[in-house]
């Protein structure tokens, strides 16, 4: 069945059929033409009428909102007003303007792009070389899956049976490392190879609240969604619902959304959740199929044997989810590979972690080895997306350009992998 999923892959075959047919087909041959009827007559109402995967359509719709609502241009501008006079500012300022978009995303192909439009001609405008300005976009776009909320982060904690509140506050922390880390990653490079970057003009104090004043929105939308959850005023799904709202709200009031724009806020929403939920659906008869050879139970049997520290396991997977990374896209990894791997990991003692602990921290380590996945080659998804929008740099290029940020990507893996307090600091201060 993996093998008939990687040959329809590589003819080009959407991601969602390519695990579909080949599960159908194995389950056809193990249990018989009845049985698939039987499976597949109820499967899909099954999957599409689960009332948390509402929260992912809900999610997308904010971010199309504050697309179309200009509220990532406004950005942007802020964060370019207070570093965009230091050398590699602007870069800074796309990553720092990814960051604060993905707090209202949720996800990496939407932030890449969105931020991409906005921020590549303005740093090519002040003479960014076309590797550093697309590197850095692709790399902050992998910032909408890490900084909550995030799709992928929601389908982990749904196929785990994870609080979906607790995984985002478990990926704060890491997100905002990702962020920082990035700037620092930027400002070393400029260091190194000054000719990729030039300062810009500094702007007045005046001019600089002026840009900052302009972000409030964004700001008044992440404290009610997220103040909300965690206070416990409502669930991470009506949370979700709520910022769509108020998002839609901001964009009427600025005289920013008009009807075209949420014309395409709502089918480009629509677009993203049939494509998910495809996913969903493939995945789902594959993952039957394997459950019928007993394949995940068989696996865990097998890791819990092995004569080696339960730390490489999962470093053996991390690396797994980097090599699938080439092939496929985060939720197709996800959706495919978490119900074989995680009872395998769960039945490991990592670092003497309680059941919940270790699921919520292997959970942020996943998520982050599939941003790496995005930006690295010989695919990296967000690299596809920044120059698909960004033509006069070749990619050879853009793949130069994000060595320096998969290294800190690297040493970030290690230090949450080693020390998993960072992690599940915010998760225990909260909860």
């Not at 018989?32 to 719709?61: C, H, M, W």
Request: hydrophobic fraction near 60%.
């Amino acid at each position: 069945m993996f093998g008939g999923m990687l040959v329809l892959m590589g003819l080009r075959i959407p991601i969602a059929a390519a695990m579909f047919i080949p599960g159908a087909v194995g389950y056809l041959t193990l249990s018989g033409d009845a049985a698939l009827l039987n499976l597949l007559k109820g499967s899909a109402v099954a999957r599409l009428t689960q009332y948390e995967l509402s929260v992912i359509p809900l999610f997308l719709l904010m971010g199309q909102f504050a697309t179309q609502g200009g509220l990532s241009r406004d950005l942007f501008r802020a964060a370019a007003a207070f570093v965009g006079h230091i050398r590699g500012g602007l870069a800074m300022a796309a990553v720092l303007s990814a960051g604060a978009f993905g707090a209202i995303c949720g996800s990496s192909v939407a932030t890449s792009a969105t931020i991409t439009q906005v921020a590549y001609p303005e740093m090519r405008a002040h003479g960014y070389h076309g590797r550093l300005a697309t590197a850095t976009l692709a790399a902050g776009g992998t910032l909408g899956i890490l900084i909550p909320p995030s799709v992928p982060l929601v389908v982990y904690a749904i196929l785990t049976e994870q609080n979906i509140a607790k995984l985002f506050a478990a990926a704060m922390i890491p997100g905002l490392l990702a962020m920082f880390g990035y700037l620092a990653v930027i400002y070393l490079y400029v260091r190194a190879r000054p000719e990729l970057a030039t300062p810009s003009e500094p702007q007045s104090w005046a001019a600089r609240w002026r840009a900052l004043g302009n972000v409030w929105p964004i700001a008044t939308i992440f404290l009610v969604v997220f103040g909300g959850i965690y206070g416990g005023v409502f669930s991470p799904t009506e949370g979700a619902a709520i910022g769509a709202l108020l998002t839609f709200a901001m964009g009427l009031a600025r005289r920013e959304l008009d009807g075209a724009g949420m014309q395409r806020a709502l089918v480009s929403s629509a677009e993203a959740t049939a494509m998910v939920f495809m996913i969903f659906l493939g995945a789902d008869m594959m993952n039957a199929s394997l459950a019928l050879t007993e394949m995940p139970a068989k696996i865990a049997a097998w890791v819990t044997q092995l004569q080696v520290p339960p730390i490489t396991v999962v470093v053996a997977v991390l690396l797994l989810y980097v090599v699938l990374g080439c092939v496929m896209d985060e939720l197709s990894m996800l959706l495919l590979t978490i119900p074989v791997i995680f009872p395998a990991v769960m039945a490991l003692d990592l670092w003497g972690l309680a059941p919940e602990g270790k699921a919520i921290w292997f959970g942020v380590l996943v998520l982050m080895t599939v941003g790496i996945g995005l930006i690295a080659p010989p695919v990296g998804l967000n690299v596809y997306v920044v120059n698909n929008l960004a033509r006069d740099t070749p990619m050879s290029e853009t793949y130069k350009g994000v060595f320096p940020f998969l290294a800190w990507d690297a040493i970030r893996v290690v230090l949450l992998l080693v020390f998993p307090s960072i992690t599940l600091l915010l998760v225990r201060v909260l909860f």
